[in-house]
């Protein structure tokens, strides 16, 4: 049998001869694929593991014309990526969701405008086998040129109006609001003003129309809009404080956004729960369970969201891409109200 030169990279050929196969065997064995006997397949995983033998994937696209990797596109810039948990746990579960599948992550940001031409160009040159895009806005021009590229994609998040027919994994965000607002109703709460989300996403505009599901006669002075991120809540809240300052509850888009109206509302003299109830949406326990007090939320399972779209599109390579009638359908998760202090 011939020994591996010392210092050189193990070669498929040197798993071969360590496992006594040819080396057709051990590449099917290697590469996933079927045919091999059992017996003979776990001596050439030996062989892989004895030699620490390292597939070279550039080799391998060659052959399988896929190239292992998965663009994941968050349509926000750099900052609000690094400070929003939301995303945190959005992307471990792809992360971990593509390791057991053994592909790789690329993320993508949208800083700019500019920033559009760059990713279709990454998509179009074939460097990944398909995408999942999140945070997307009415007016984003990401849809489209994904929709340009063929790449194979599932979206987070509801798509605005207009985007191409695709998968998408998302959160019954209108029935999670509704059950928001119920509770606070339940608590007996009179004067129950909402802090929405931006005008242009979609999970923002279903948690406001199950607000006014509950509040169908609600006074307009009683919401306010914010962007997603603590500094915004903050804004809102002093804005409806001086707009309605009989206010008695809060319910806020997501849990940033009420972990800025709990400033407020401390910085006011304002009683929590006593004096105003407050609830948020996400239970991103880093910012929920840190919150003074600690914030009542509606919970979707963000990590898990992550994980289901890995699946999707792992569905949707596996059937060659194809987005037609058997393409996989997109999937509503449940939301669960999580009780804590706040209200």
Known sequence: MP????GSRPTLEAVA???????????????????????????????????????????????TRQSGAVAVIIAEPEFRIFSDPFFEQQVRGISRELTAHD?????????????????A??????????????????????????HRSKVPTVYGGRPGAGAAAVPYVDCDNRGGARTAVRHLVGL??????HIAGPRDQT?????????HDVLFDADPALTARGDFTVDSGA???????????????????NDLMAAGALRVLRERGRRVPQDVAVVGFDDMVTVAAAADPPLTTVRQDVEGMGRLMVRLLMRVLNDGGDRGPGAPASVIMPTELVRRASA
């Open 3 to 6: 020994e591996q030169p010392a």
């Open 17 to 63: 001869a360590r496992a006594g196969v040819s080396r057709a065997t051990a590449s099917r064995v290697v590469n996933g694929g079927a045919g091999v006997r059992r017996p003979l397949a776990d001596k050439v995983r030996e062989a892989v593991e004895e030699l620490g033998y390292v597939p070279n994937h550039a080799a391998r696209s060659l052959v």
């Open 103 to 119: 592909s790789q992550l690329v993320l993508l940001w949208v800083e700019g405008p500019g920033d559009y031409e760059r990713i």
């Open 121 to 146: 160009r990454y998509l179009g040159g074939g460097h990944v086998d398909g995408a999942l895009a999140f945070s997307l806005h009415d007016d984003d021009g990401l849809p489209a040129l994904v």
């Open 188 to 193: 007996g709460r009179e004067r129950v003003a």
């Open 203 to 211: 999970s923002a505009i279903d948690r406001a129309d199950g607000y």
């Open 235 to 253: 804004r809102a809240m002093a804005q409806l404080l001086e707009r309605a300052p009989d206010l008695d509850a809060v319910f806020a888009a």
